[in-house]
């Protein structure tokens, strides 16, 4: 029996500093056009984009934390940090973005306001989906080099990287949310009716609301205790299979502790009258094949079934 106290993967964070120095940007922008036409739906989406700011540290707080060093504390590392902190995120996207949103739809439908200098408004939403466009392009691309044989819809229900899921699932919902403000503004200017801008907000903030239940879904699952991916599992059944002194592999638990780093236990069942000195060998092996075939794998436990072994 034995175990890798290895170090961290690096996992990258450029995806999450690029998503900050975009939104801080979009934040300053919002906030101008929204003083200047008055809109609630702009509002909302400058509220979501400084909430898209605290997210995004967040998100960066908890991978820095997950690349801490296991001790004698947390003798499995910090990995799970991450997605404490992505379910953070999560509940932030609920309550600070979508529900003020809702409840600016709801206040502005009640007593509307025209929408003035609508210039601004169009002006500074059409360069925020510039942006949040390239942005989420830039999470798209990074999402298919992961992805490796799975589809796109199948990694992210899959994926145990719930920081670059978060960060996606925040540009994506953005691009919409900058549609349906341009959208329901622009109504609301031309019918002269603040009724609109109301809608837009209201539905901006449904679709926040809508990613984050989807998104604390998804983390969730990982906070708790989520198994890796099935490729390891098989791995370690084709090993068992094919070595020619290990008769079956009982059973395989692996558990996700971090982005790229994995807990496996496995029970086998060795071919009668092994030596001790045997049995050490063939778990050595058995060992080096797996983590030389699925690098993620951390921590590593291997215990032989009973046998009538020769000592």
Known sequence: MSSNNSQHTNHGTGHIIQSLVVNLLITVCKAVAAVMTKSGAMLAEAIHSFADCANQGLLYLGVKQAQRPPDVKHPLGYGRSVYFWSFMVAMLLFSVGGMFSVYEGIHKFEEPEPVHNI?????????????????????????????????????IRETKDSD???IFGENSAAVLGLTLALGFMLASYYTDDGRYDAIGSLLIGLVLIGVAIFLSIEVKSL??????????SETAQQIAFEHPHIKEMINCIT????????LVCVKIKCEPHLT????STLINEFESLLRGRCPEVKWLYVEPDLQEWVN
């Open 223 to 232: 906070l708790i205790g989520e198994s890796a991916d099935p490729i390891i």
């Open 276 to 279: 001790a000195l045997n049995v």
């Open 255 to 262: 558990v996700q502790q971090g982005p790229g780093e994995v």
């Open 119 to 155: 210039a601004w408004g169009v002006g500074i939403l059409l360069f925020s989906i510039l942006l949040e466009g390239y942005a989420t392009l830039s999470n798209i691309k990074e999402m298919n080099q992961r992805k490796g044989d799975r589809s796109f819809f199948q990694y």
């Open 164 to 166: 670059l899921i978060i």
